[in-house]
């Protein structure tokens, strides 16, 4: 880590990439809360909010716009992400930030970007490095998969008649809520280079997600059918190397909790 700096100043905006989407929603009020200043980085023009949050319309793979987001700002937190050239997003937002003088870079990553061999997570590895070697004061947080991105997957599968069972396949899915809490108060601090990982406060097989989540619903379970994951992914999901088993910060809500609120907020059906 290089360039170190003081903690954000709250009357510099805070450009947030990414800060529509899932672990934007909860980390933004955080921020505006505290009383800074927050620009968001949005494909799409937007009206200001009425807490004073303010749009800049810019796009991370072309750079168009992204000159634009980061000028007079001294911290970014890059939230902004997808299943493909995440890699590329990152170098072009690293690029921009230097020149415009920016002292603080947060990156929120991944559990296993640099142990499970799948395209995707290369590109959140290869981000990382973008950050590390950016020469701007950073922050990076591997974050185990969200409760929210879990459900998405369980629906599916709870709808199965048969349910796949990866063999060795484990997650501990982790509230967004909690990472974004996380997050925001790194934002606020001086760059702190890797910090501790975040996860869930359990670790569960993906058949036991769906089952939980067919219970709450009082749904029927359904029969089984064992798979094996081939390859080296197969591999190092079955030794867990995607999970952190020590030395992270545990977050307090579980899958059950998860599900339940989600319940009574009428999702997850």
């Not at 997808?82 to 990553?109: F, N, W």
């Amino acid at each position: 880590m290089t360039n170190p700096s003081t903690p954000s100043n709250p009357s510099t905006p805070i450009l947030v990439t990414g800060g529509t989407g899932t672990l934007g929603g909860h980390v933004v009020p955080l921020l505006t809360a505290a009383g800074h200043r927050v620009r968001i980085l949005s494909r799409r023009p937007r009206a200001a909010a009425d807490d004073g949050t303010e749009y800049v319309t810019g796009d991370l793979l072309t750079g168009a716009g992204v000159a634009d987001a980061v000028a007079g700002v001294h911290t970014v937190l890059h939230l902004a992400g997808g299943p493909k050239r995440d890699d590329e997003a990152t170098r072009t937002l690293v690029r921009a930030a230097a020149r415009a003088g920016v002292r603080h870079l947060v990156y929120v990553s991944v559990v296993g970007a640099d142990t499970v061999p799948l395209a995707w997570l290369r590109t959140k590895l290869e981000s990382e490095r973008a950050i590390t070697e950016s020469g701007i004061g950073w922050t990076v947080l591997r974050a185990a998969q969200f409760h929210e991105l879990t459900l998405t997957m369980v629906e599916k599968m709870a709808r199965l008649p048969v349910l796949p069972v990866p063999g060795g396949l484990r997650l501990q899915p982790v509230a967004a809520r909690e990472v974004a809490a996380r997050l925001a108060d790194l934002a606020l601090a001086a760059p702190s280079g890797r910090v501790p990982d975040i996860t869930g406060p359990e670790v569960h097989g993906l058949a036991a997600l769906v089952e939980a989540h067919r219970d709450v619903h009082g749904r029927r379970r359904r029969p089984k059918l064992p798979v094996r994951m081939p390859g080296r992914a197969g591999r190092a999901y079955r030794s867990g190397t995607n999970l952190t088993v020590s030395g992270a910060l545990v977050a307090k809500t579980t899958w059950a909790e998860f599900l339940a609120e989600s319940v009574a907020r009428g999702a997850g059906r």
